[in-house]
């Protein structure tokens, strides 16, 4: 396949749009712990297998049970609270941007969207 037809034309619509839906993984929770990115790891909240069976999410400043199976994001780490929007969004005239582009989580760098095919027909 040409990858080429799959270069982000950076319009910025998959943050708006899939805000709801980003998480990090446990990968992307090693790496940042590998890559010493405390900050971003203050900004997530993980979500754990517990012995029930069921995924629940470890609230803030509670103790966590059972198995690390992937984390919310983002949160404001002195609040608490999530953010409206990513706050890792950026946007200068017509292109959008991400500010941790390097190390984004893994499911902002594998979405791919329509507006890539759009842009090379
Ligand atoms: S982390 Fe980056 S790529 Fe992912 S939603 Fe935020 S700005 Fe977009």
């Given at each position: 396949m040409d990858m080429n037809i799959w270069e982000c034309v950076r319009c910025g619509k998959c943050c708006m749009e899939n805000w709801d839906f980003i998480f990090a993984s446990v990968e992307d929770l090693e790496r940042w712990k590998r890559e010493g990115r405390k900050d971003l790891l203050a900004m997530t909240r993980p979500i754990y297998k517990g012995e029930e069976g069921k995924p629940r999410t470890a609230g803030f400043r509670k103790q966590p049970q059972g198995r690390l199976v992937a984390a919310d994001i983002w949160f404001n780490?002195?609040?608490?609270r999530k953010y409206?929007?990513?706050?890792?969004f950026e946007s200068k005239g017509k292109k959008a941007g991400c500010?941790?582009?390097?190390?984004?989580p893994r499911v902002c760098r594998d979405y791919i969207c329509r507006e890539h095919l759009k842009a090379v027909r």
């Open positions: 780490p002195e609040t608490g409206r929007q990513c706050p890792f500010r941790i582009h390097k190390t984004k």
